[in-house]
T-cell receptor, first 115, second 112 residues
């Protein structure tokens, strides 16, 4: 039933060791998003893809990169994770047109721990 | 700069009581206001949403009240249940955009 699937659910990485989180969707939505959510905080948008167009938020650190090889998949790469990057990473998808809510759907998230 | 202000940060309610979460905004270009419910270890899920041309929307035990002149909207959970214990986020979307601006969230605990 899951329509936005994130893998893995839990990821432990070493300080400074590159890590990749993945997201796939079966909704055929043209927009995919990556959010960072720290404890007791709202999700913070890192970037999003509008089709193949990459849109970075101004305050997203250069340490975070993303790839979208096709409509269904999107990856979050953290080049050199620091302790401050430990968080829940949420993938979401939506349409860019058509209300209501543009079909906004979140995945269950990947909990990243940096040791 | 927080464009959607949400309060309270946390809320404890007894089973059967009414839970009320409030949000306020400044940007009059917002024209869609969804609420999301997030359980621990899960992503947020759409709960209920409203447009500013409607003052109230009800779905089961959940009601959104919207005050356009005051630029405020609130979520009311009637007959609150322990299963409603979760974090609730209000959000707002600018007309013509598709990206929500989230409030900081409210952690709701409903005691049996």
């Amino acid at each position: 039933d899951a329509m936005v699937i994130q893998n893995p659910r839990y990821q432990v990485t070493q300080f400074g060791k590159p890590v990749t989180l993945s997201c796939s969707q079966t909704l055929n939505h043209n927009v995919m998003y990556w959010y960072q959510q720290k404890s007791s905080q709202a999700p913070k948008l890192l970037f999003h893809y509008y089709d193949k167009d990459f849109n970075n938020e101004a305050d997203t650190p250069d340490n975070f990169q993303s790839r979208r090889p096709n409509t269904s998949f999107c990856f979050l790469d953290i080049r050199s994770p620091g302790l401050g990057d430990a968080a829940m990473y949420l993938c979401a998808t939506s349409r860019s047109r058509g209300s209501p809510n543009y079909g906004y759907t979140f995945g269950s998230g990947t909990r990243l721990t940096v040791v | 700069q927080q464009q959607v202000k949400q309060s309270p940060q946390s809320l404890i309610v007894q089973k059967g009581g009414i839970s009320i979460i409030n949000c306020a905004y400044e940007n009059t270009a917002f024209d869609y206001f969804p609420w999301y419910q997030q359980f621990p270890g899960k992503g947020p899920a759409l709960l209920i949403a409203i447009r500013p041309d409607v003052s109230e929307k009800k779905e089961g035990r959940f009601t959104i009240s919207f005050n356009k002149s005051a630029k405020q909207f609130s979520l009311h959970i009637m007959d609150s249940q322990p299963g409603d214990s979760a974090t609730y986020f209000c959000a707002a979307i600018v007309g013509g955009s598709y990206i929500p601006t989230f409030g900081r969230g409210t952690s709701l605990i409903v005691h049996p």
